[in-house]
């Protein structure tokens, strides 16, 4: 049967509708998809931050690389980069680095990735690295040995090579396995090995006790201090002695408690008592302490879940529409049945089918925004107060509307 042009007419006005709550449905399976990627991003996340805070800069570096495959966020490339920066890989840090700040970070993290870009260049040209062209730089990581003995005056052997006598300070080891013996005459000699790691400080301590010089080295395990920090050239305090300035591998100290104190230009004091023993490796990853707000208020248009109750209510309306539409339609129907003689009797029909399409359509865009609604407010976690952009830290995740470059939208998004 051939449609009336009326009913073609009003027909094509629900196109809109149609669209709509095309775009609803395609809207909320984003949301719903963004957000369990999210989700399990922040797990893998916290994953690899625990193994960070072990040490385990490898492990760590491969969990924070699966959680940005995930959500390609800043701030989790800069844990990547400084996980490889604690491996002494420095060029691939770098790189990673500049990957972090090329996608847009927020004015804070801008500037600490700014910083610690300077700092690895600067220790990269120094060793003639050319720091414009990475992809082809040939460049051994290097790490530095201070040996203070008591009594001083002892000989350091490395991997079977005079060293000097102590003190020794900062002589600079490429990255590799040593075994280093400490030894003078009328004391028992003493062994250590030690794994050095590029760009970082490590200091042995050792106490020579009175012996025969030609009886077997002793094996020495004594404790360990490994001391992380988010800058260098900071200076790390041993029970108030001044010891070593960050990035530091080990320290070596008596069995014990001990109190380490981490302070310098711009970052302010940490300190944390620790039980040292030995033959173990106590870690301690100073932090800057106080929280911030990571989002700024102007950065939000409305609050995820404010815009969860708008989305909400105009379901709600949708579908109330609807359900007037719906009795309209009916109404139409009744007097189209009631009244088979009247003129106008054709023009009630199609009134009533135009009716009875809007209520539908209404009733499934209702539904659709209620769906989205349910999802903004379910998936809403706040703004919370956090501390500062360092690494090793936990991410405040966030998944709302926000300002976007060029107008209004709705994004998502993780800060620190």
């Known amino acids: 049967m051939k449609q009336s042009a009326p009913l073609r007419q009003r027909a094509s006005a629900l196109i809109p509708l149609l669209v709509a709550l095309a775009l609803s449905l395609a809207a909320t399976s984003a949301l ?50 400084r996980a490889h920066e604690e491996q002494g890989k420095l060029v691939n840090a770098l790189q990673y680095y500049r990957v972090a700040l090329g996608l847009k970070p927020s004015e804070a993290v801008k500037e600490e990735l700014d910083r610690k870009i300077a700092e690895l260049e600067l220790i990269l040209r120094a060793d003639g690295v050319d720091v414009l062209n990475l992809d082809t730089a040939a460049w051994v990581p290097k790490g530095s040995l201070t040996v203070q003995s008591e009594p001083p005056g002892a000989e350091v052997i490395i991997n079977g090579q005079s060293a000097g006598t102590t003190p020794i300070n900062g002589k600079v080891l490429p990255q590799g396995e040593y075994s280093i013996t400490v030894r003078r005459r009328g004391f028992r000699a003493e062994e250590r090995a030690l794994t050095v790691v590029g760009g970082k400080t490590y200091v042995l301590s050792p106490r020579l006790t009175p012996g025969s010089d030609e009886d077997p080295a002793l094996k020495v395990q004594p404790g360990m201090i490994d001391v992380s920090a988010p800058q260098r050239g900071l200076m790390v305090f041993v029970d108030g002695e001044p010891v070593a300035t960050t990035p530091v591998g080990q320290l070596e100290v008596p069995a014990g408690l001990h109190t380490i104190s981490v302070e310098g230009k711009g970052f302010p004091t940490y ?146």
């Open 32 to 81: 719903a998809q963004a957000a369990s990627g999210r989700q399990q991003a922040q797990v893998i996340f916290k994953k690899g931050q625990a193994l960070y805070d072990e040490g385990r800069f490898v492990e760590a570096g491969i969990e924070f690389l699966t959680a940005y495959q995930l959500d390609p966020h800043p701030a989790i490339m800069y844990n990547v980069a």
């Open 271 to 416: 300190e944390e008592r620790v039980e040292v023993v030995s033959g173990q490796t106590a870690r301690i990853v100073a932090r800057r302490p106080g929280p911030i707000i990571v989002q700024k208020s102007d950065e939000v248009l409305v609050s995820q879940s404010g815009w969860g109750w708008i989305v909400t209510g105009a379901g709600a309306g949708a579908v109330g529409f609807g359900g007037l539409m719906g009795a309209l339609a009916l109404s139409d129907a009744d007097t189209y049945n009631a009244d088979r003689g009247a003129p106008l009797r054709a023009q009630v029909r199609e009134d009533a089918i135009f009716k009875g399409i809007v209520a539908d359509v209404s009733y499934g865009a209702g539904l659709a925004l209620l769906v989205t609604g349910a999802l903004l407010i379910t998936f809403d976690e706040g703004v919370e107060a956090e501390e500062p952009p360092v690494y090793g830290e936990e991410l405040v995740w966030q998944l709302g509307p926000q300002l976007l470059p060029g107008g209004a939208g709705v994004g998502a998004g993780a800060s620190w």
